[in-house]
């Protein structure tokens, strides 16, 4: 584990440089803060700041030099005391331009900022789409164009944006401020406009320079696009803190909170708890008891579908309802057969979900929806049990229920990926594709369709199969370079790296982060009335 996360305070720091110190250095010659010095200026020293997406992009576009952190900022913090997301270009990075990562890290903090009713706050210093890669950023759904109807949706819901104008607004990224509810700028670097003067002179062959054609003064005194214009980036974040320091209250959700409690049982147990070998069992009572105050936890249905445990905590003070896949070994009482004299009992293997677990975890989901109570999973799942006594017991059935019922759940989803997230385990215990609040992960976690050792034998068989099938059987030696070369190239596709690149999930977190981080998730999530009714559907029984 403490290698584990040494290569956690590496890579973070690393990734924190953005496009390196030299170009960290250029912004400051032109009298202008990075877009992370904008954001600990601007957010309260004193309260935390969740980042989503640090390692956006991390090992992509390679070929185009690549772009740490998708080349933008994105975090849950406060400002006068008031919990917002905000939004940061990386002017360090290709200029801030748009690649397709990044286009995807916008869509994700103004999703977090409308399920939550979060004031939104963009800092843009922005070239614009990244030209050589405009086919796969600008003409899809979930592309560049999506963040302005965004942008109109979040003012129509009355959640309110505020954009500051820092550096290069150009083409249509110049909508993304203007269609925010308020617009700043700063004096002598700020710029925004459709066409840059190169691209002006090529249209229509007028020279004119950058500061006459969208400058602060030609925008706040000659166009009226923007609000006011500031000499300097800190005048202009003390703006944009007096904004949010008048702005009123909300109607909130109303989870409950009482005062925070730390666990009993040392949280930093955990290090050990976690075995090395991630094939090991071992009781996730244990890890759970070292996340919630007081390391008190109801547990519902205690003695059945042991393979989930499901039960009533608090997570720094706020009442949570928590799902978390059991990864020792437990013994199962099952029917008895015929005329058997004792009761027979099952073995059944950590880290699947049974039947009975599905039915019991659909049950107490619905339960915490009843009672407004938001919702942890704690992943470490290799999948639903298979064979043929699970699919005569009906472990489909059971399965689609539980899916049904979290998929239909109107209280907030928080995710912690622990260990293994293979398969439709994966899907059952909330993944990305069911709408968690947030969603990190531990650096223990691994996301697949199955694990590299289960993957890799399957593939090899395929291709043992197809070169046998042409005549050309491997020999034994090239049967283990291949597997050797498959598991080499599936187990990189394992890493939470891997995920956290492709924003599968917000953040990599030390598991002594993990309170915090659902906390504040659950803190945003209360500023979002829950007004939609709780229904399952059709489910099977």
Request: charged letters at 20%.
């Amino acid at each position: 584990m403490q290698t584990l996360l040494d290569e956690l305070t590496q890579r973070t720091t690393k990734t924190q440089l953005g496009g390196g110190q030299k170009k960290i250095d250029d912004q400051h010659r032109k009298g202008k803060l990075t877009a992370r010095e904008r954001i600990d200026y601007l957010t309260d020293s004193d309260r935390p700041f969740v980042e989503i997406g640090l390692f956006g992009g991390e090992g992509m576009y390679a070929e185009h030099g690549g772009c740490p952190s998708g080349g933008v900022v994105v975090g849950i913090g406060y400002i006068s005391g008031r919990q917002c997301v905000i939004v940061a270009n990386d002017a360090t990075v290709k200029a801030g331009a748009w690649f397709p990562i990044t286009a995807k890290k916008n869509l994700r903090a103004q999703e977090i900022a409308m399920e939550n009713h979060l004031p939104i706050i963009y800092l843009v210093d922005s070239a614009g789409v990244y030209l050589p890669l405009q086919d796969e950023v600008f003409a899809d759904k979930e592309h560049f164009g999506r963040t302005f109807r965004n942008n109109a949706q979040l003012s129509a819901m009355g959640i309110l944006q505020v954009a500051a104008i820092m550096g290069s607004c150009v083409a249509g990224g110049a909508y993304l401020p203007i269609m925010s509810d308020e617009a700043l700028i700063v004096e002598g670097t700020g710029s925004i406009f459709l066409a840059g003067p190169y691209l002006v002179k090529a249209s229509i062959g007028e020279d004119v320079d950058a500061e006459t054609l969208g400058g602060a003064v030609t925008h706040t005194d000659i166009s009226g696009v923007v609000d006011n214009r500031y000499p300097d980036d800190q005048r202009c974040l003390d703006a944009i803190k007096r904004i949010l320091s008048r702005t009123g209250q909300r109607e909130t959700a109303g989870f409950d909170r009482i005062e925070s409690a730390p666990p009993a049982k040392e949280p930093a147990d955990i290090y050990q708890l976690l075995p090395s070998d991630r094939v090991k069992p071992y009781d996730m009572r244990e890890i759970v008891d070292r996340l919630v105050d007081k390391s008190e936890f109801d547990a519902y249905k205690p003695t059945y579908g042991q393979s989930l445990l499901c039960g009533y905590a608090r997570i720094d003070g706020w009442a949570v309802g928590i799902v978390a896949n059991q990864r020792k070994v437990v013994k199962a009482k099952v029917p008895k057969q015929g005329g058997a004299q004792s009761q027979p009992v099952e073995m059944q293997m950590g880290g699947v979900i049974y039947g009975d677990a599905a039915d019991k975890a659909a049950r107490f989901i619905m339960n915490c929806n009843q009672k407004r109570i938001p919702l942890v999973f704690l992943q470490d799942v290799s999948g639903f049990m298979v064979g043929s006594r699970a699919e005569q017991g009906g472990i489909i059935k059971d399965g689609a229920k539980m899916v049904s019922a979290m998929a239909n759940s109107v209280v907030p989803k928080f995710t912690v990926v622990i260990g293994n997230s293979y398969g439709a385990g994966n899907y059952a215990m909330c993944g990305r594709a069911y709408d968690p609040r947030l969603m990190v992960a531990w650096p223990t976690a691994q996301m697949a369709v199955m694990s590299g050792a289960s993957a890799a034998k399957t593939l090899l068989q395929i291709q043992v199969a197809a070169q046998k099938a042409k005549g050309q059987p491997l020999t034994p030696e090239q049967e283990q370079a291949q597997l050797d070369k498959i598991t080499d190239q599936y187990n990189a596709q394992l890493s939470p790296y891997y995920a956290a690149a492709r924003l599968w999930i917000d953040a990599i977190i030390d598991p002594l982060q993990t309170r915090q981080v659902l906390s504040e998730g659950i803190a945003a999530a209360n500023h979002a009335p829950i007004t939609k009714p709780f229904s399952v559907g059709i489910i099977q029984t």
